[in-house]
């Protein structure tokens, strides 16, 4: 059994990695500006803070033999690629990554994960959606097409930095469009899975669902439990990365909301309309996960989109009974 620390625990994959850790055994922290929201974060011990303040951070890691740092300023396309966030997310990441990494290395922590983003990767690698490039070894010359993901490759370097000059044993991973049941499913952070499910649900049956874009632009999606599984690995490795963490069955956007649709069995068409939209095609490259870990996802992405619609379907159900209730 180790002492785990989990930053970001109030979060989506931070929730559903406590309740891993806690499954297999081992004493868990987790610490976040939220609770989590859905309740599904069952640590053993919860410490409600900011980690941009060091001493929240150096109270978090102390005693840990393990830290998971997943704590980000984040959200999908509507959040990161306006450019109104961009200040916020670049110098809240960057200070919870500082924060927590020199904490961690003053308090004796033995071994640190870091959650690093394909939003790192660059853009002119991602311009052909039918054929994008994503190997761990295409990031440089860098050219990101978003703040969040300058803040990434920043991050990762400052990782990297740590373990060749203080010997800091860190493993990096790049996620690559992470969804399931429990995910930000609303607000204006939410990705297009939770958005595409969201919907769909709330649609009456003869109308259409808003797509950004003009659909055709490309992206792979991994459900949660495979994500949650390669992190464990990836920690139990010798292997430092980064490494892309993700799927490698990309699909185009109009038909990944078709997917929605037909899930939701409902009759229902689909109004691309101007958004944002990020680049234009990008999918997992497993080759190196494959190769270090010995171990890829599997699972397709229509079983985890039938079990995160179910989700969401009760989500948006639930908060109808709320409005009518209210009125
Ligand atoms: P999330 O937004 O659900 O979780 C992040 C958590 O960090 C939130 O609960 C938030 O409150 C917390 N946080 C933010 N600032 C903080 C601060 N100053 N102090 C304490 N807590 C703070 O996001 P997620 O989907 O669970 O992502 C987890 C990590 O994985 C993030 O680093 C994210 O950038 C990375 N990532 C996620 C995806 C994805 O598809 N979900 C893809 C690439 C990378
Ligand atoms: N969010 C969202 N909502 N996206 C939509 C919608 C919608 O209603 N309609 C169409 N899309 C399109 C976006 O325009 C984008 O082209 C594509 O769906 C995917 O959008 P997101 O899932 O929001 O983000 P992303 O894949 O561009 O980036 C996400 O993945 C990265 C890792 O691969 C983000 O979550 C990043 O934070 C993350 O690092």
Not at 71 to 83: L, P
């Amino acid at each position: 059994m180790k002492k785990i620390l989990v930053c970001g625990a109030g979060g989506f994959i931070g929730g559903h990695l406590v309740n891993r850790l806690k499954a297999d055994g081992h004493w868990v922290r987790g610490v976040d500006l939220k609770e989590n929201e859905f309740g599904n974060a069952n640590a053993d011990e919860f410490i409600l803070g900011d980690l941009r303040d060091p001493v929240v951070a150096k109270n978090a890691v102390k005693g840990m033999d393990e830290v998971y740092q997943l704590a980000a300023d984040m959200g999908g396309a509507g959040y990161i690629f306006t450019g109104d966030h961009d200040a916020d997310v670049m110098s809240n990441s960057a200070l919870c990554n500082l924060n927590v990494l020199g904490a961690a290395q003053n308090e004796g922590v033995k071994k640190i994960f870091y959650s690093s983003s394909a939003c790192m990767y660059p853009e002119y690698n991602q311009m052909d959606p039918d054929n994008p490039k994503c190997s761990e070894d295409s990031a440089y010359p860098a050219a990101p097409d978003s703040e969040y993901g300058w803040e990434k490759l920043f991050s990762e370097r400052l990782y990297l930095s740590y373990h060749r000059n203080y010997g800091m044993e860190v493993r990096i991973a790049r996620f690559h469009n992470i969804f399931g049941p429990q995910g930000t499913w609303t607000g204006g952070k939410e990705k297009a899975p939770a958005a595409m499910c969201r919907k769909a649900a709330e649609a009456e049956n003869g109308t259409s669902i808003e797509v950004w874009g003009d659909g055709k632009q490309t992206r792979s999606f991994l459900f949660i439990d495979e994500c949650i599984e390669a992190i464990l690995r990836l920690m139990d490795s010798d292997f430092t990365g980064p490494v892309n963490i993700g799927s490698e069955e990309m699909i185009s956007i109009n038909d990944f909301a078709n997917m929605a649709i037909a899930i939701s069995g409902k009759t229902l068409t689909i109004n691309n309309i101007k958004g944002p939209t990020g680049v234009r095609g990008r999918n997992s490259d497993n080759k190196l996960l494959l190769e270090k870990l010995n171990w890829a996802p599997s699972m397709p992405l229509l079983e985890g989109m039938k079990k995160t619609y179910e989700w969401i379907n009760a989500q948006v159900k639930e908060k109808q009974m709320e409005n009518l209730k209210a009125n």
